[in-house]
């Protein structure tokens, strides 16, 4: 009996189910650390959305700092501040997660509350930094899931009405094509990530936002 339950520890997945980003959080902790940039800067944190984001291009004049890593989910991006956030001491945050929530079935309201984990987080060592959330985008290969993430960001929304240290930046209406579905010439092959096109009008929005 004891050498089955020992087989079944050995072979269950591990408990920490933030353990798969360790390699690539720790990948951004290397190249902070070899390249610190200025503290007080712009961060901008969250999934794929972010990390693809060329931000040298985007905002060339701005001392932001790209800490996204690749299909997180917004609690993800909640365990790791104190590692990739706090030590930048950002002035403010530009945030993109929330679209892997929802694909892998989380409520719109598990996103709101998610997302007020995120804040409270960031505020308890950080008052003062500024969050400037992007609503989860329309894309062509995420379109059946539109509803849920539409429902998810009107309740994010309603609640960073509340905050003066919270703004929704609503570029969603102009990544879609006269159709009203997303515009395909703004996305990449693979119908979900931004190319440079849609890059493009989120950095125009962002910029005319963020102070």
């Known amino acids: 009996m004891l050498a089955t339950f020992l087989v079944f520890l050995i072979q269950s997945p591990s408990a920490d ?19 610190p940039p200025k503290k007080g800067g712009i961060v901008f944190a969250g999934s794929s959305t972010i990390r693809l984001w060329n931000l040298k291009k985007s905002f060339p004049d701005w001392n932001a700092v790209n800490c996204g890593f690749g299909g997180n989910q917004i609690r993800d991006n909640t365990h790791f501040a104190a590692r990739l956030i706090f030590p930048l001491e950002p002035r403010a945050i530009v945030f993109y997660a929330g679209d892997n929530d929802v694909n892998a079935k989380r409520t719109p309201e598990q996103v709101r509350d998610d997302f007020r984990a995120f804040v409270k987080t ?29 429902r998810a960001n009107a309740l994010v929304k309603a609640d960073i009405a509340k ?12 990544l879609l094509g006269p159709n009203g579905k997303p515009n395909p010439d703004l996305l990449r092959k693979d119908g979900l990530h931004m190319n440079d096109n849609g890059y493009a009008i989120v950095s125009a929005e962002v910029r005319k936002t963020v102070k």
């Open 17 to 35: 189910p933030f353990a798969k980003w360790e390699k690539e959080v720790s990948a951004i902790e290397k190249r902070l650390k070899e390249s």
């Open 122 to 150: 960031i505020h308890d060592k950080m008052p003062e930094c500024k969050i400037y959330y992007l609503p989860i985008k329309p894309s062509v290969a995420r379109w059946a899931q539109y509803q849920t993430q539409s």
């Open 163 to 174: 905050n003066d240290t919270l703004t929704y930046i609503d570029y969603c209406p102009l």
